[in-house]
């Protein structure tokens, strides 16, 4: 299983990106996909997870201002971040687990700065 994500980058308070994460070695469209990110000097948290089914959930610091969602058809989940805050910035990382197994991509930085 290998997870691998893009879209990081600057962007200035208030603005918008979206990060992507690829999935291979996994049936896509049956698993739950994940986001965490993890701010300079702190640990690691969950942004939110989307189902199978396309159902998404979020963390109660990017509800209203992030989505999460999928394409089965190209194995990716998405991350819309509108609204960004200085305190989004942060290394975003995918995950999902596999009969148990925890698989992460390799992060993606994301820094919200003027």
């Known amino acids: 299983v290998q997870l691998v994500e893009s879209g990081g980058g600057l962007v200035q308070p208030g603005g918008s990106l979206r990060l992507s994460c690829v999935a291979s070695?996994?049936?896509?469209?049956?698993?739950?996909m994940g986001w965490f990110r993890q701010p300079p000097g702190k640990e690691r948290e969950l942004v939110g997870g989307?189902?199978?089914?396309?159902?998404?959930n979020y963390g109660d610091s990017v509800k209203g201002r992030f989505t999460i969602s999928r394409d089965n058809a190209k194995n990716t989940v998405y991350l819309q971040m509108n609204s960004l805050k200085p305190e989004d910035t942060a290394v975003y990382y995918c995950?999902?687990?596999?009969?148990?197994?925890?698989?992460w991509g390799e992060g993606t930085l994301v820094t919200v700065s003027s």
């Open positions: 995950y999902t687990k596999h009969f148990g197994i925890d698989y």
């Open positions: 070695g996994i049936t896509f469209s049956s698993i739950t």
């Open positions: 989307i189902l199978d089914s396309g159902s998404a």
